[in-house]
């Protein structure tokens, strides 16, 4: 069970996907398919939340940065506005994925 090319198809893949997919490919049952879904999410989030970094060999690695202080401007009038210091969190994506998305072409997956 594939999940489609994403983007690419105006597929986009749920938590309800990724269980079905454990479901089918794990062999557990849909109960025990949500829960681990549920469980790895659960890990990955928490760790961010610590400002921990999250990477996953071969996928790609889950960043928190920290961002300071600046000043932005407000598109609509032009008045410089404080935006105040945040964490974000950032996607890289390892080499293998990146040479695994651009080798496929976005037909073939469909």
């Known amino acids: 069970m594939g ?18 997919a454990v479901y089918h490919k794990v062999g557990l049952s849909r109960t025990e398919s949500a829960a681990l879904v549920e469980l790895v999410l659960k890990e990955i989030t928490d760790c961010l939340e610590r400002g ?3 990477k996953l060999s071969s996928f790609g690695s889950f960043v ?9 401007r407000n598109p ?8 105040s210091p945040r964490r974000v969190m950032v996607f890289k994506p390892s080499a293998i994925l990146k040479q695994r998305i651009n080798s496929t072409p976005a037909s073939a997956s469909e």
Do not use: Y
Not at 3 to 20: I, N, P
Not at 66 to 71: L, S
Not at 76 to 83: A, D, L, M, R
């Open 3 to 20: 999940f489609g090319v994403g983007v690419m198809s105006g597929k986009t893949v749920t938590r309800a996907d990724l269980c079905e």
């Open 52 to 54: 921990e970094t999250v």
């Open 64 to 72: 928190v940065r920290k961002k300071g202080q600046r000043i932005g």
């Open 76 to 83: 609509k009038t032009g008045k410089e506005v404080p935006i």
